[in-house]
């Protein structure tokens, strides 16, 4: 080899059509699971969540790799350098797209230290010939490079260019690393470089392609299990979770499932009076202030609007004893941030009804008929209180403290 049939013979060989077929494969797997662990994690997520995440992806990484080398010992035909340079495109090909699509510093320092420990990097002879100098400038490179890939994915997102640039990078500098451990002809490592440039850019148009996809159904979930109003869960979504929850639930007496069931407080005169666009916002309004509620009181609860002016929010591993802190938590904070409009302050007040699953209850329906009896029995006994267990009960309200 070591001409221009030869970078052609090595771009379109069987060798490189069943590479790219195998690593394609692999992209579209990451890329897949790359949404589903990515859209798990937040920057307020758990420290020890973070890291499982973390080690998912990296696992997932280390199995594609294994992957490529299972494949790469099944092939037979082909030269050496021609086989060791797939399988080096196809190895680089799926660090560079892990560094591309996971917001992970264990895949960064993996990609970082990679230079110095792969087969023969070991062998420090390269560090005293004339090379040395060659070797650490595009070392430097390939860390700005790998810097960057961490630090402006949103810009690589949408830059195709960007995006070209810093895959060339990533390309030239490796095969400048590998050219200085094994010294492929010239020749040869063009031709590698340009099946992993062609490798690249079949990757782009995969994780475009599966990004519009991904985005579309994530819009397709929120449409069809979140309400459009007022962004909190919807009816559907609660028919759904609430046979899951009983069904869970219904088995293990040790840990409760309790569900609340509140409306607002005449609702009907904040249309009449301002508008149903400002009855919108007092909707909003109050699923703002249960969410956060259920957020502060750390519970592992879910909120959903069952419909008009209706929601019902489902705790888990807690009593409806309990549940009442957290009501009063919500009456607490609709006194302290009232809604104003157009300045005008708008008083909202609720009703609750609260109960927990018991033993007798056949279906989630039970445990809902008994909750919306409940709800109209603070409606019946005067608006603006909880009824707990058939037991109506004022708010516990803390004194305002003006400075």
């Known amino acids: 080899m070591g001409n221009l049939d030869g970078i052609v013979r090595i771009c379109f060989s069987t060798n490189a059509l069943v590479t790219g077929i195998v690593t394609i494969g692999l992209i579209t797997l990451i890329t897949y699971f790359a949404f589903a662990l990515e859209k798990k994690i937040s920057v307020a997520s758990p420290f020890l969540e973070k890291i499982t995440v973390n080690l998912s992806e990296m696992g997932l990484l280390l199995i594609g790799s294994l992957i490529v080398e299972q494949v790469f010992g099944s092939l037979t035909g082909g030269s050496a350098i021609e086989l060791g340079g797939l399988y080096a495109n196809a190895e680089l090909t799926l660090l560079f797209y892990c560094l591309f ?4 510093r264990l895949i960064v320092l993996m990609n970082i230290a990679l230079p110095f420990i792969y087969h023969p990097a070991f062998d420090i002879v390269r560090m005293k010939n004339q090379y ?3 070797f650490i400038i595009a070392y430097i490179v390939l860390v ?3 810097d960057y890939l961490y630090g402006h994915k949103d810009d690589l997102i949408v830059s195709n260019y960007k995006y070209l640039i810093a895959q060339i990078l990533f390309g030239i500098c490796w095969w400048i690393l590998i050219w200085i451990d094994y010294r492929f002809p010239l020749t040869d490592i063009i031709g590698m470089l340009i099946v992993f440039e062609i490798y690249m850019l079949v990757v782009r148009i995969i994780e475009q392609k599966m990004s519009t996809y991904m985005h579309a159904y994530n819009d397709l979930e929120v449409k069809v299990n979140y309400d459009a109003l007022t962004g909190v869960r919807n009816r559907a979504n609660l028919n759904k979770l609430s046979k899951e929850a009983f069904e869970k639930y219904s088995k293990n007496s040790k840990e409760p499932l309790t569900v609340i069931m509140f409306d607002i407080d005449h609702f009907k005169k904040f249309n ?3 508008g149903h666009e400002i009855g919108d916002e007092v909707l909003r309004h109050v699923a703002h202030v249960a969410e956060r509620e259920l957020h502060m009181d750390g519970s592992n609860g879910q909120l959903f609007r069952y419909g008009g002016e209706e929601f019902i929010i489902m705790i888990k591993g807690t009593d409806s004893q309990h549940s009442t802190n957290f009501i009063n938590g ?8 009232p809604l104003f409009i157009q300045d005008t302050q708008l008083n909202v007040t609720l009703c609750f009804g609260v109960t927990t699953l018991r033993a007798t209850d ?8 008994r909750v919306d009896g409940y709800l109209y029995e ?5 608006r603006n209180k909880m009824t707990v267990e058939g037991e109506a009960q004022e708010y ?3 004194p305002i403290i003006h400075i």
């Open 378 to 382: 603070s409606k019946n006994t005067g």
């Open 101 to 104: 699509v996971f917001n992970n």
């Open 362 to 369: 056949k279906s989630f329906d039970d445990i809902f008929q």
């Open 272 to 274: 009449d009076n301002y």
């Open 330 to 337: 919500i009456n607490q904070t609709l006194i302290e941030m």
């Open 132 to 134: 040395w100098p060659l």
């Open 396 to 398: 516990s309200v803390q």
């Open 144 to 146: 700005i490079v790998i």
